[in-house]
């Protein structure tokens, strides 16, 4: 046997234990017996049947069973408009479904049981929010389920339709991407665990595979394949005679092209439609229901208006997002039973939907109006969250130390290097001098050997490694970096396997291995205390193994063909794989086994942060060998994005718990301020947003590093305090349900009148690029909402002390002080990198400094509303129910309570100006400047009446931070 058939036989014999074990394990109904010394039973019993005389590495198989056994799934959340809708799907009509109990089967010998039941529970959810597939009159319902990137999507929708098609629904169309290698890959994980057999060109089944061998095959059609030319198209539409009602379900995998969906729509008009419209003449179908499930909704299905342009610049006439969601109307127009499931990751994607109604020719929009759901993750699932931790005063805290700083990928000052931002496409990069990588990606590189060859020892080697590569859009430049990275490892293959010429190489590996690795494992294993984070080999174990990784590794170009994704499926086939990518890659295509990431920021920034989501998913065993080398900047904007994200999912959760509707939501969330963060794209073309702050917190983080401009703020806070007088509390403290609240150096003032509020913004100089805090805004906001008789009472809090320093300084009527609370700045080492213009901070404000000015009965009241709304979701971090009120739970608690608490909060803080405790000019923040940097946040209750204003930005300044609207 050779080593290769060697290591696939232990592969599957793994296997078979793990599957068969788990099952022994999940067969138990005392749950509580469920302990370790249990799972070792199992496994032993199974290795028997399975192993006989093979060696057989039992501690591997337990170790994967303990860990599967601790996951566990948080709760989805759900907003519903039951108008018209029946409920239908009871105990009684699930009771012999087949495809969900062979799917189902599949699933439980791969996961554990908490999270397999968490899929059916969700499932069932948005089944039972769909209609009855026997229910014989007209029909529509539209919804969105709202899932996090890499999460596991395609699982959650594999199991919608494999209890659609047991229900009764006879036309499955999954719109799957832009580009062959997405759709592709959808097809094959569909005929994995829906199909049950492989497809062929011949459209006749191939092999069995997936759920095949977990139930008897169920002669399902399939009318497109897995290969490049696999898609719907006019030539095999003539093959296709009809659908009969009585057949098993169809499945179509299509792309979201214009000549693809035209096909299969005039397909089903002219072979499917079995009647016309009495009103239109239009033919329909009304035998056979339809599902429609729509991966990555938020992309080329929205109406946006915005032309989608090639690299060239000319309109790419087969996405345009107004032809591909009139053709996707037309279809579900065409069906009278028909049910549109939209599946994104970006919970900004129904914000970009227009409320059109409808047109005669395509019908209703895609509005998600019957319901939207917002799906949890299980525990083991690497997001936002784990990645860039929790945002606080004092900087990120509790992210995976994962991420590597790249900025020598070009010259700042003179915009040129390897790779400038704003290239074009005739560029070619060069590094000193040469056509070659640049260091931090040669590290990279060797990460991603290290990390290669780690899998290996740890006994990950039959699994698939990736490395990816995104540092331009231009297909030509990612060539020219291909070359470049195809050389790097040339010679490193050469000097290694020879041992010619290696020890300076092998010295600058065992550098990073012993500075970065060795460290990384142990930080991480910290970090996790759930995940077993195995140990690294020894360093000579690590060399023996390293020619044979070096032999294993293939650079290639991702050109969204189909061979994108069938390579990882090739059976026998491990792949070690250095891919590099533009446009092609960013959206949905899975890297099997992504180790390693490289990114630098690009001109299209919104496809850039899409892409970094690759990033996001499950790493069982290798978490610490995951490396993320990215740009400052772009780390920064990933950051803001992830924040903005939970913001939303927050304002989610509230709206769910008080009962309102998906257009109530779409509403809301169109006018919500943290989409000054989300869409620079809009931004930049100079749209003015129209936005409401009713309900949000707006907090100074982006400031002038300006002396002028800083003494011009610390004067507006001077003159608003020294108009609101010594009528203010000094000793703040509060029960808070036997955890005390106090506020040590604070002064808070009450009934303070709108005007001084007001005349203290007009004053305060807030940064063009601080989208979320724009004084003027803010004003005519406050404005607006006087003209309804709100906002007109306010709370005023100064919050000083703190462990930063300062020149001594005294507000109006209070002592001098030389102690100023400090927040960690974003800027980079050295100082000489700094921004000359601009600086800016995490996070300002302390989340109980909103309640400052509330009593104990209006705390409790924010504390419950918060409760209510809180769903257990461990990829958000939402593991034990808060003890404390959110932000949004406050602003919230003051609208419903009305009276005393209903005002707005206007929280000043004096910064330090120094970078810790030295007063040296250097450690300046703001060079010529040693007062206190003013600082301000607002926190606006909810209301139901939020009147919304007009956002213009300069477009100017969008258009040099961001480049041109493309």
């Known amino acids: 046997m050779t080593a290769a058939e060697d290591a696939a036989a232990q592969t599957k014999l793994l296997d078979n234990v793990v599957a068969t074990a788990n099952r022994l394990v999940m067969a138990e109904k005392d749950k509580s017996k469920i302990t370790p010394a249990y799972i070792v039973e199992q496994v032993q019993k199974a290795a028997k049947t399975f192993a006989g005389d093979m060696p057989f590495d039992v501690g591997k198989a337990v170790s994967i069973l303990i860990q599967r056994f601790s996951h566990w799934m948080g709760k989805a959340t759900t907003l519903r408009d039951n108008t018209g809708h029946f409920d239908w799907l009871s105990a009684a009509r699930k009771k012999d479904w087949h495809y969900w109990h062979r799917y189902r089967d599949f699933q439980e010998s791969r996961l554990s049981d908490k999270v397999v039941d968490g899929l059916d529970e969700a499932t069932d959810d948005i089944l039972g929010h769909l209609e009855d597939p026997r229910r014989p009159d007209a029909w529509d319902r539209r919804g969105l389920v709202v899932g996090h990137v890499q999460s596991g999507k395609t699982s959650n929708y594999t199991g919608l339709i494999c209890k659609a098609a047991d229900a009764g629904y006879k036309i499955i169309i999954v719109l799957a991407g832009m580009h062959n290698n997405l759709r592709s890959q959808t097809q094959m994980r569909l005929e994995e665990g829906f199909l049950g057999y492989e497809t062929t060109d011949g459209r006749d089944p191939g092999m069995p595979i997936g759920v095949a061998e977990f139930g008897e095959h169920l002669k399902t059609n ?40 035209t096909a299969l729509l005039k397909w089903i008009q002219t072979r499917v439609a079995d009647t016309s419209d ?105 997001g936002p969250a784990r990645m860039f931790g929790k945002m606080t005063k004092e900087g990120r805290k509790g992210e995976l130390p994962l991420s590597r700083n790249v900025q020598d990928h070009y010259e700042a000052k003179t915009d040129a290097g390897w790779m400038p931002p704003k290239h074009k496409k005739t560029h070619i990069p060069v590094c000193n001098g040469q056509e070659t990588i640049p260091s931090s990606l ?41 070359k470049q990275v195809e050389e790097t490892v040339r010679r490193m293959r050469q000097r290694i396997t020879r041992g010619s010429d290696a020890d300076e190489l092998l010295a600058q590996m065992r550098k990073i291995w012993e500075e970065d690795f060795v460290p990384t494992r142990d930080k991480v294993a910290e970090l996790s205390p759930d995940e077993e984070i195995p140990e690294l080999p020894e360093w000579g174990e ?7 990784v070096l032999d294993d590794i293939k650079v290639r170009s991702i050109n969204g063909t189909a061979k994108d994704a069938l390579d990882y499926a090739t059976p026998g086939a491990v792949l070690k794989v250095i891919a590099i990518g533009g446009d092609k890659l960013a959206r949905g295509l899975t890297l099997e086994g992504l180790c390693v990431s490289y990114f630098v920021r690009t001109t299209k920034m919104y496809d850039t942060l899409m892409q970094m989501g690759r990033w996001f998913g499950y790493r069982p065993g290798y978490l610490d060998l995951c490396r993320l080398y990215i740009s400052p900047d772009l780390m920064e904007w990933f950051g803001h994005i992830a924040d903005a994200s939970e913001e939303l999912r927050e304002e989610f959760d509230f709206m769910a718990e008080a009962e309102l509707t998906p257009k109530q939501y779409g509403l809301k969330v169109m006018s919500h301020e943290v989409l000054t963060v989300t869409s620079p794209l809009k931004m930049r073309s100079s749209r003015p947003l129209s936005l409401t702050y009713s309900g ?99 709370s005023v809090a100064l919050l000083g002390g703190g462990d930063g320093i300062g020149a001594p300084h005294a507000f109006p009527g209070l002592p001098e002080t030389e102690s100023f609370p400090a927040r960690k700045t974003e800027d980079p080492e050295p100082p000489s990198q700094a921004d000359p213009d601009k600086f800016a901070i995490g996070v300002l404000t302390d989340p109980k ?55 707005g909060l206007l929280l000043l803080y004096p910064l330090a100006p120094y970078v810790g405790k030295e007063k040296s000019p250097d450690k300046l923040i703001v060079p010529g400047w040693d007062k206190p940097i003013m600082a301000f946040a607002i926190a606006f209750p909810s209301s139901d009446n939020a009147i919304r204003v007009e956002y213009k930005v300069n477009p100017l300044y969008w258009m040099q931070e961001y480049g041109p609207s493309e």
């Open 696 to 794: 949000t917190r707006s907090q100074t983080i982006l400031f002038h590093r300006d002396a002028q401009r800083q003494k011009r703020n610390l004067d507006a806070a001077q003159t608003l305090v020294a108009s609101l007088g010594a009528s203010w509390a000094g000793i703040l403290k509060y029960a808070r349900d036997g955890n005390a609240d106090s506020w040590s150096n604070a002064c808070l003032w009450k009934d303070v009148d709108v005007s001084r509020v007001l005349e203290f913004l007009d004053t305060y100089a807030t940064h063009p690029g601080a989208t979320r805090v724009n004084a003027t805004v803010l004003v005519d906001f406050i404005t607006k909402m006087i003209g309804i008789g709100q906002l007109k009472q306010w």
């Open 278 to 382: 009495a009103g239109d003449g239009r033919k329909l179908v009304t035998k056979l229901p339809l599902l429609m499930i729509d991966d990555e909704a938020d992309n080329a299905s929205v109406d946006t208006g915005e032309q989608v342009f090639n690299e060239d610049g000319a309109p790419d006439e087969e996405h345009q997002p107004k032809t591909i969601n009139s053709l996707v109307r037309q279809l579900l127009h065409a069906f009278t039973r028909k049910a549109y499931v939209g599946y994104t990751a970006t919970p900004f994607a129904n914000i970009f939907i227009h409320h059109k109604g409808e047109t005669a020719k395509e019908g209703p929009d895609l509005f998600p109006k019957s319901f939207i759901i917002n799906l949890a993750a299980p525990s083991n699932y690497i």
């Open 442 to 482: 040669r590290n990279a590189i060797h990460s991603f050997v290290l990390a290669c060859t780690v899998r290996d020892l740890r006994g990950q080697g039959a699994e698939h490694s990736s490395m990816l590569i995104h540092v331009t859009r231009y297909v030509a430049v990612q060539g020219h970096v291909c």
């Open 849 to 903: 400094d909103e309640s400052i000015d509330l009593d104990d009965h209006a705390w409790c009241e924010a504390l419950a509303l918060t409760r209510a709304a809180w769903k257990p979701d461990p990829a958000r971090g939402r593991v034990e129910p808060p003890s404390v009120p959110s932000g949004k739970g406050i602003r919230e608690a003051r609208a419903k309570l009305g009276g005393e608490a209903d005002r």
């Open 222 to 261: 399939s009318a497109t394949t897995r290969l490049e030319n696999g898609d719907f198209r006019k030539a095999i539409a003539k093959h296709f005679h009809g659908i009969s009602p009585e057949e098993r379900p169809w499945l179509f995998v299509v792309k979201k092209q214009k000549t693809v969906l």
């Open 542 to 548: 690590m060399l023996g193994k390293l020619p044979d």
